[in-house]
Nanobody, 122 residues
Framework: QVTLVESGGGLVQTGGSLRLSCAPSEHTVRTYNMGWFRQAPGKEREFVAAISWTSTTLDYADSVKGRFTISRDNAKNTVYLQMNNLEPDDTARYYC???????????????WGQGTQVTVSP
C-alpha cells in the first residue's frame, strides 16, 4: 500500500497561484502514473490532471487547461500541480492518486492521499 501525502493547499485570492506537492510517506511513486483530482462540497470528485510515469503523457481537464501544470521529479519522488490564475470555482479539496494504468478516470488509480484544501476567495 502506497500512502500519499499532499501539501501546499491554502487560501488565495482570485488570480493567485499555489503549488501542490504529493509524495509518498514510504515506498516510491517513480514507476506509477499519477493524477490530481478535486472535490468541492456537494459535488462529485473530478479529474484535474494526470502524468504518466515517464512524463511523456499529460492530460488536463478543460476547466484548468492553460492555468494548471502537472509535473514530476522522480529523483525527489514527488509530483506537483502548479496552479495559476486561480478562480473561485477552483475551490475544492485536491487529491493526489497513483496507479499502474494511466488514465483520466478515478478508477485508474488505486492509491490516494487524504487531500489538501484549496480555497480561492473572490
Amino acid at each position: 500500500q502506497v500512502t500519499l501525502v499532499e501539501s501546499g493547499g491554502g487560501l488565495v485570492q482570485t488570480g493567485g497561484s499555489l503549488r501542490l506537492s504529493c509524495a509518498p510517506s514510504e515506498h516510491t511513486v517513480r514507476t506509477y502514473n499519477m493524477g490530481w483530482f478535486r472535490q468541492a462540497p456537494g459535488k462529485e470528485r473530478e479529474f484535474v490532471a494526470a502524468i504518466s510515469w515517464t512524463s511523456t503523457t499529460l492530460d488536463y481537464a478543460d476547466s484548468v487547461k492553460g492555468r494548471f501544470t502537472i509535473s514530476r521529479d522522480n529523483a525527489k519522488n514527488t509530483v506537483y500541480l502548479q496552479m495559476n490564475n486561480l478562480e473561485p470555482d477552483d475551490t475544492a479539496r485536491y487529491y493526489c492518486a497513483a496507479g499502474s494504468v494511466y488514465g483520466t478516470s478515478a478508477v485508474s488509480y488505486h492509491h490516494w492521499g487524504q487531500g489538501t484544501q484549496v480555497t480561492v476567495s473572490p
